[in-house]
């Protein structure tokens, strides 16, 4: 019973240590973003560059997918380097190896102070006779997983610009193309899709109006959506390009991250919506309906505004609308807007 006590005393005492660490990592992050997103670019197209040489001398095929992989033992070893595979369709089958590896040291090293931290306590008394070095290899990888969401979402910021690189556009790829962060064939979280296959209007409203799961990277561009009832839909990092909505609802969605450029949307409502960081650049909208929405961080730059009244949101924070055209549209007269 005592022991069981002190044991959870101890990891009680780990998670304080944990966020002493993560802190400084976050704001290091924060300081850092563009240098970081820099490195990864660099990185990525070194990488794409191998798979060229390889595609070239039909060594490899069109790529399905793409996986970052953190191995656990290379945790434990301080090695701190995401692995890189590329996969045709076949994905683990694919027998043409293309290894890379992506150097995240500067932000894993902050880790190196928990360890050190973790070590010293487990010698204080009464943990000493109670704590091994194993229990706090144990807590070192459940710890990584922190870093580990926090380099996901890195990656998925950075591959906004390295897939703009010309190196990334020779590489052969599918009409599905996948990249996923992760474990290393394991469990892996998706961070960019591309999806050029042929979208039927009927097919991408019948997906959208199911609101009993949540969508995430839906790739629905250049199609025209007619009264589509996508109330409450959730939908994160999805793309609707170019693509007409007309006469639909959006009433209660939860929409983060997707982008909408060139977009049309005539006579739609998003009342009691909540939009998070979408991307409306160069899109028109007409009579749509903020009612009772909150809206932040949405970017209408170079966006043509017919007939709205964004005073009816609840919330218009850090909205863009540099070069947009309004036409008898209200704005809030006190709001985050540049």
Partial sequence: MKKTHTRNKFYKKAAI????????????????????????????????????????KGKKDALSYLHFSLLRTNILAKHYVFRIDAYNKDWYLDEQACVGEYDVSDLFSFMNGYEKDLE???????????????????LLLEESSKYTDIIIELIRLALKEAVKTMAYQAVLREDLFVIQVGEFRDVNYTVYVEDRRPKQPKDVIKL???????????MFEQVELQGGHFNELRMAYSSGKGSQFIKSQFQRALMIACDFQGATFHQVSFKNAQL????????????????????????????????????????????????ATLINTTIPSESEVS
């Fill in 17 to 56: 240590l944990g966020m002493k660490q993560v802190a400084p990592l976050e704001t290091y992050l924060d300081e850092h973003e563009g240098e970081l997103v820099g490195k990864f670019v660099r990185c990525f197209e070194t990488y794409c560059q191998k798979i060229i040489n390889m595609q070239e």
């Fill in 208 to 218: 959208l109006e199911r609101t009993d799961e949540e969508h995430q990277y839906e």
């Fill in 276 to 323: 998070l960081e979408l991307d409306f650049t160069g899109a028109r909208m007409e009579e749509v309906d903020f009612e009772g929405a909150e809206l932040h961080y949405l970017n209408f730059e170079n966006a043509t505004l017919v007939n709205i009244d964004f005073s009816k949101a609840v919330t218009f924070e850090g909205i863009n609308l540099t070069n």
């Fill in 120 to 138: 010293k306590e487990r010698h204080i008394s009464p943990y000493a006779p109670h704590i091994s070095a194993a229990d706090v290899k144990s």
